[in-house]
């Protein structure tokens, strides 16, 4: 077996007629995964740093940065739930990969699940890590995130100003992201800036701002949980201000034998501040 520390990453790009898909690429072999970031300041690199490395000593590893993020910016055109479900099966069939492996964080796993649902064939086995897509809000509450979502001043201006300084980046990372301790915290901040620098600003996602309309979501999986007839197994950091464990909880529950774990202590980014043991539950079950 390859060890993690010699594992060459290389990064390509699929042509799309609003920019370029970025897929950052490692190992060979096995049963190919493909790995799906969060919203935001997100990307390939800040979610799978730490896990590219352990899948990638026995399979094909595909990270992929979505649209307006990472390496995929520039990118003309909106970046809605439909669009990047497209992303993800472009990057499949530029590959020709049948079946994949499919691992997503957030947004990643709003995605993730949305594959395994319009797709069940070319999805073997699902870890959907905090995801997105399976949450409703109370009303009042749900309008003024509606409102957030329609005011750039909102989603893209005061985010941008609070995330000006390397402090406040710190502040935003440990109290929304990574509460509790990480042996890489600098690396992450610095990697986060560099995203904001790349993007010229930080806010919320297309995906996140579409997402919701005037009296619901528009993007609500739950209905449809009960057809994903793969493996899956759902991973929460029981700390998680983002996606309150309770909510992956209810959607877990949905899925026909799928398989919980709740790391207490860890927050959003449950994979960067519990590298090793997210590592150890997703290389086993993939396995």
Same mark, same amino acid.
């Given at each position: 077996?390859?060890?993690?520390?010699?594992? $060459?990453?290389?990064?390509?790009?699929?042509?799309?007629?609003?920019?370029?898909? *970025?897929?950052?690429?490692?190992?060979?072999?096995?049963?190919?995964?493909?790995?799906?970031?969060?919203?935001?300041?997100?990307?390939?690199?800040?979610?799978?740093?730490?896990?590219?490395?352990?899948?990638?000593?026995?399979?094909?590893?595909?990270?992929?940065?979505?649209?307006?993020?990472?390496?995929?910016?520039?990118? *003309?055109?909106?970046?809605?739930?439909?669009?990047?479900?497209?992303?993800?099966?472009?990057?499949?069939?530029?590959? +020709?990969?049948?079946?994949?492996?499919?691992?997503?964080?957030? *947004?990643? !796993?709003?995605?993730?699940?949305?594959?395994?649902?319009? /797709?069940?064939?070319?999805?073997?086995?699902?870890?959907?890590?905090?995801?997105?897509?399976?949450?409703?809000?109370?009303?009042?509450? /749900?309008?003024?995130?509606?409102?957030? +979502?329609?005011?750039?001043?909102?989603?893209?201006?005061?985010?941008?100003?609070?995330?000006?300084?390397?402090?406040?980046?710190?502040?935003?990372?440990?109290?929304?992201?990574?509460? !509790?301790?990480?042996?890489?915290?600098?690396?992450?901040?610095?990697?986060?800036?560099?995203?904001?620098?790349?993007?010229? !600003?930080?806010?919320?996602?297309?995906?996140?701002?579409?997402?919701?309309?005037?009296?619901?979501?528009?993007?609500?999986?739950?209905? *449809?949980?009960?057809?994903? +007839?793969?493996?899956?197994?759902?991973?929460?950091?029981?700390?998680?201000?983002?996606? $309150?464990?309770? /909510?992956?909880?209810?959607?877990?529950?949905?899925?026909?034998?799928?398989?919980?774990?709740?790391?207490?202590?860890?927050? /959003?980014?449950?994979?960067?501040?519990?590298?090793?043991?997210?590592?150890?539950?997703?290389?086993?079950?993939?396995?």
């Amino acid at each position: 077996m390859t060890r993690p520390e010699d594992i $060459a990453v290389t990064h390509e790009w699929i042509d799309q007629p609003e920019g370029r898909l *970025q897929v950052t690429r490692a190992g060979a072999g096995g049963n190919p995964v493909v790995l799906l970031s969060g919203a935001g300041i997100d990307n390939a690199r800040l979610s799978w740093a730490r896990m590219i490395p352990a899948l990638a000593a026995d399979r094909a590893v595909f990270a992929l940065d979505w649209p307006k993020q990472g390496g995929s910016i520039p990118w *003309q055109g909106v970046a809605d739930h439909d669009r990047l479900l497209r992303a993800v099966l472009t990057v499949l069939d530029h590959y +020709a990969l049948d079946q994949v492996d499919l691992v997503g964080l957030s *947004q990643g !796993g709003a995605l993730s699940l949305a594959t395994a649902i319009a /797709h069940p064939d070319r999805v073997r086995r699902l870890v959907p890590i905090a995801p997105a897509g399976i949450i409703s809000f109370p009303p009042v509450v /749900h309008q003024l995130l509606w409102l957030t +979502a329609k005011l750039p001043l909102l989603n893209q201006t005061l985010p941008s100003l609070m995330f000006r300084s390397r402090a406040g980046v710190e502040r935003f990372v440990r109290s929304s992201l990574v509460p !509790g301790p990480v042996d890489d915290f600098e690396q992450i901040v610095d990697d986060v800036m560099a995203e904001i620098a790349r993007r010229g !600003g930080s806010g919320s996602s297309d995906w996140q701002n579409s997402s919701i309309g005037l009296w619901r979501m528009r993007v609500d999986l739950r209905p *449809q949980l009960h057809t994903i +007839a793969c493996p899956t197994l759902f991973i929460q950091g029981g700390a998680d201000i983002g996606v $309150a464990p309770r /909510h992956t909880r209810a959607a877990a529950a949905l899925v026909p034998g799928a398989r919980l774990e709740i790391i207490e202590g860890a927050g /959003h980014w449950v994979n960067r501040q519990e590298p090793e043991r997210v590592n150890r539950l997703v290389v086993d079950f993939l396995a």
